[in-house]
């Protein structure tokens, strides 16, 4: 009996000196703005959009300060957004996020410049298309859930600086989201549907033991029935 017990005790000695990452948790938006090609030289900050008509594209800029997030990556990111169609069409869509590539100003971005005076080498955004996450769903009011784990552990690990997200609609979306003020094109603001990042760590050492612990047990038992 006594042998039986060293084992599992030995492994959890182990790993308990190791170090625990953060417990899940919930980001709000830092800031938010949005992009117009049919007033490329105006910014619109407090707004957040994924329009695409000819004539009328508007793409969405999101941030989220990352600072003080373990210099690692996490199991899981969710970038959550609730918005509805503006017309209130009901097709199919999709939204596409990547991250930016150029620092900016929020509050001075436009269709045609990161910030005052410093324009985007592409009007409309500077961003890896390599790292993408997207979503597609029937236009309506609600919540829209993207799984950004690539890009967020991407800005976690040091591959990429952390400039934020650009929000993408493909043609015939009419999107508009609440902004991280809460605030929604023509609508009411509401604080509780403002965008959320939802970070899930890789569970910690102690954590993985215990569980590899609680298996054996099982197995054990189940050998014994």
Same mark, same amino acid.
């Given at each position: 009996?006594?042998?039986?017990? +060293?084992?599992?005790?030995? *492994? ?5 000196? %190791?170090? =625990?990452? #953060? ?5 709000? !938006? ?69 991250? +930016?590539?150029?620092?900016? *100003? ?5 269709? %045609?410049? =990161?910030? #005052? ?5 592409? !009007? ?92 054996? !047990? ?8």
């Amino acid at each position: 009996m006594k042998s039986r017990l +060293l084992a599992p005790l030995a *492994v959890l000695a182990l790993f308990a000196g %190791l170090p =625990a990452l #953060s417990p899940a948790q919930s980001l709000s !938006a830092s800031s938010s703005s949005r992009l117009l090609d049919f007033f490329p030289s105006n910014p619109d900050p407090n707004s957040l959009s994924t329009f695409t008509f000819s004539g009328n594209n508007q793409r969405g800029l999101l941030f989220f300060d990352l600072t003080g997030q373990p210099s690692g990556p996490v199991a899981n990111a969710t970038l959550r957004l609730n918005g509805r169609p503006f017309q209130g069409g009901t097709s199919t869509t999709t939204v596409n996020a990547n991250p +930016l590539t150029r620092a900016l *100003v929020s509050s001075q971005a436009t269709w %045609l410049s =990161a910030s #005052s005076g410093n324009p985007w080498t592409t !009007a409309g955004g500077d961003f890896n298309n390599a790292l993408n996450a997207s979503v597609t769903f029937a236009q309506g009011p609600g919540w829209i859930e993207l799984n950004v784990t690539n890009i967020v552990n991407a800005w976690l690990t040091g591959a990429q600086t952390n400039h934020g997200f650009i929000l993408r609609g493909v043609n015939g979306n009419e999107m508009v989201f609440h902004s991280h003020t809460g605030s929604i094109v023509s609508g009411a603001t509401n604080v509780a549907l403002a965008p959320q990042l939802n970070l899930t760590p890789i569970p910690e050492p102690m954590t993985m033991a215990v569980l590899a612990l609680g298996a054996v !047990a099982a197995l054990r038992k189940k050998r014994k029935a």
